[in-house]
């Protein structure tokens, strides 16, 4: 079958298993609004190796999904957007390629899987034709071989009838297969990178958990790295290497997810681990909210910016914007910004 | 788990005399696009005691939403029956039943969309009584405004886009108290709101509901969420009840298969300090039948591993476990 054959035929199959994939250096993306400019991603800095899956967490504006179109180039300096510092991928510098470049890119390099799975979709298009097109444009399919792809595509992401779906339009199915249907255009080119961001956030638990076992099955087998952006610390912590927590465009603690939970340095991780239910626990136990609400972007606080709704707040917190440094705890992977870090058995 | 975290008074929670809201053998049916029916509620059965906050679990499809709406006549059921302090809402339509359904309220999913977006917080509040032709006072709304943990100063003269989703829930929980309501029903109030929100929210519910005495339908398919707010809690699947499980023996008690694999599908389950020990329940198949044409007996049966003969020809009736929990299941262990 010849679907099957461009399968494996995919450009680079001789891929290392390891390596660097993808360094984000010191970016910052500064959004030019009418009352002022925003400052989405201030200053993040991280690293991705083929193959790895890096988990960023963070609350509604925090900047994980503008730092998530930075990545990928959708973000680039013109009129509204100033963007600087370094997004090297696979060894070139993202901000520096030309509409055409970053168009033969996406959705075949990276995919993307957005939040709503409604907007990532053209409502006057049918499904078949938003799988057919990636899979013409960037395999140089047939129109049937590329149905045919398309069909299977949706049997993999566990889309029943796919033949039938493929003559659907977006709004005849209920928002799961759509954002199914989303990934399946994602995963389309086998690309070395994906980024979802809050892939299964409108999805079923049961789904939800096929989902995410799914990519995991897929990462193995294509070695795809995979930037698993969510404000559910769980779906995070479950699958990936890395958890990056994020806060008012920084990112205020990253190590793996084993040690994030035994043991937060920064408070807004600690106190995002209190809010969140558990199973475990009984019933009407008075969950810890944070109180007040995250910074205004335009006017950022001076120092720390979690430092207003911070319990351990000092002086030198409002004056001094931390900067990450290595625990001496848990090693050097563990990276926090806080001045008066909690849980450690030296403080 | 020993009874003594259980906050209620009440051992077995939700059996106590008073009920508020008694629902029998709801149906709720749609015609499908193309002939056919949708079965959205099969013969549901339940009651809301006074006080209670009932947890109904379950994932899309499952007819969770749909009861919660049958229940406000929203439309209104094919058949069976909902009477709120023993009167009867269905088979009235219009102003009577308008006027015998008023001490209920509901609250959506997305409140930035069930809020008028023209309209500014001060009326938003205000709104429901002067629809019922009362005089509203300024310092009502403030009141209400201060109890839902907004500033009124600072949202007064506020619309829906200048606000946050977890500022909008706020809105609507205040305009769903402005009625004064008994029965407060919520449907996925949290789910579209960041974690720390979702706490506030949470705490808000439960602050709320013992300050102005009401009982609650929380609608939800995140199981800890439900878990946390609910006192009983009704887990559905395609139409049909599967179990009535006291809220603290959810995670550690639940018999029916299909409990169980929510519980096994939890993200919380593969965290690196879950104490939590979910069973395998070892369902493979993961197609939900379509509620057009639900499986016969158990509708669960095409993905139980338990799943026999009986069960494709019986549906499974509710069976007592320990006192206020219940299971629909040939096979579960009471």
Redesign the interface.
């Known amino acids: 079958m010849t679907s099957n054959q461009t399968l494996e035929t995919v450009p680079d199959s001789g891929r290392p298993d390891r390596g660097q994939l993808l360094a984000v250096e010191d970016v910052r993306t500064t959004i030019h609004t009418a009352r002022g400019d925003l400052k989405a991603v201030d200053g993040v800095s991280f690293t991705l190796d083929r193959g790895e899956t890096i988990g960023i967490v963070g609350e509604s504006g925090s900047g994980k999904s503008v730092l998530g179109r930075t990545i990928m180039g959708l973000h680039t300096t013109g009129p509204t957007t100033t963007i600087s510092g370094r997004v090297m991928f696979d060894g070139r510098d993202v901000q520096s390629l030309g509409v055409k470049e970053l168009r033969s890119l996406w959705g075949a390099r990276i995919g993307m899987v957005f939040q709503d799975p409604m907007t990532a979709l053209n409502p006057v298009k049918k499904i078949g034709t938003h799988l057919t097109e990636t899979l013409r444009k960037h395999q140089g399919l047939g129109r049937q071989p590329a149905r045919e792809r398309a069909a299977e595509l949706l049997d993999l992401v566990g889309i029943p009838d796919p033949r039938r779906r493929l003559d659907q339009y977006p709004h005849e199915m209920s928002g799961g297969m759509r954002q199914r249907v989303v990934i399946a255009m994602a995963l389309a080119n086998e690309p070395a990178l994906l980024i979802a961001d809050e892939p299964t956030t409108a999805l079923d638990v049961t789904v939800q958990r096929q989902i995410l076992d799914l990519l995991g099955t897929l990462q193995d087998e294509l070695g795809m790295a995979i930037i698993l952006i969510s404000h559910n610390l769980g779906v995070v912590a479950g699958r990936a290497d890395r958890v990056a927590v994020m806060y008012a465009g920084r990112i205020v603690e990253t190590t793996d997810a084993r040690s994030l939970f035994a043991g937060a340095h920064h408070p807004y991780s600690e106190a995002l681990l209190r809010a969140i239910p558990r199973l475990q626990e009984p019933p009407h136990v008075r969950l810890a909210a944070i109180d007040g609400a995250p910074p205004n972007m335009i006017t950022p606080p001076i120092g720390c910016r979690f430092a207003p709704r911070c319990a351990y707040a000092q002086d030198d917190c409002r004056q001094v914007l931390p900067e990450l440094r290595p625990s001496s705890e848990s090693g050097p992977r563990h990276l926090f910004a806080c001045h008066h870090p909690v849980n450690r058995g030296d403080a | 788990?020993s009874e003594t975290?259980?906050?209620?008074p009440s051992a077995v929670p939700g059996d106590g005399d008073g009920r508020v809201l008694e629902v029998s053998d709801l149906v709720v049916e749609f015609p499908a696009k193309g002939g056919g029916t949708v079965h959205a509620v099969s013969g549901v059965s339940f009651h809301l005691a006074e006080g209670e906050t009932l947890g109904i679990l379950g994932?899309?499809?499952c007819g969770k939403s749909s009861a919660g709406r049958a229940i406000m006549q929203l439309p209104r059921p094919t058949s069976g029956s909902v009477q709120l302090n023993g009167v009867e809402l269905v088979g009235h339509s219009g102003r009577s039943l308008r006027s015998k359904r008023a001490r209920m309220q509901m609250i959506f999913q997305d409140p930035v969309s069930s809020l008028n977006p023209r309209r500014k917080v001060k009326d938003l509040v205000a709104e429901g009584a002067r629809i019922w032709g009362r005089k509203v006072s300024e310092e009502r709304v403030r009141e209400l405004l201060l109890a839902v943990g907004l500033d009124p100063e600072a949202v007064w003269e506020r619309r829906p886009h200048e606000l946050?989703?977890g500022q909008c829930q706020r809105v609507c929980i205040a305009r769903a108290l402005m009625l004064d309501p008994q029965v407060l029903i919520c449907d996925e109030p949290v789910s579209s709101l960041?974690?720390?929100?979702?706490?506030?929210i949470?705490?808000l519910l439960?602050d709320t509901k013992q300050r102005y005495r009401l009982s609650m339908i929380f609608i939800a398919?995140?199981?800890?969420?439900v878990?946390?707010?609910?006192?009983r809690i009704m887990v559905m699947y395609l139409g049909r009840v599967c179990e009535v499980i006291p809220?603290?023996r959810?995670?550690e008690h639940a018999l029916h298969p299909y409990t169980k694999?929510?519980?096994e599908?939890?993200?919380?389950a593969?965290?690196?300090?879950?104490?939590?020990d979910v069973e395998d329940v070892g369902v493979t198949n993961?197609?939900l039948p379509s509620p057009l044409d639900p499986p016969s007996g158990c509708r669960f049966r095409t993905r139980c591993p338990l799943a026999t003969e009986i069960c494709a020809s019986e549906a499974p009736p509710l069976r007592e476990s320990v006192r206020g929990h219940l299971v629909a299941c040939h096979h579960a262990e009471v």
Do not use: C
């Open positions: 788990m975290l259980v906050t209620q994932e899309s499809g946050s989703g960041d974690v720390s929100v979702q706490a506030q949470l705490n439960e398919h995140d199981l800890a969420v878990k946390n707010i609910s006192d809220a603290d959810l995670a694999l929510l519980l599908s939890v993200p919380e593969h965290l690196p300090d879950a104490e939590l993961p197609e």
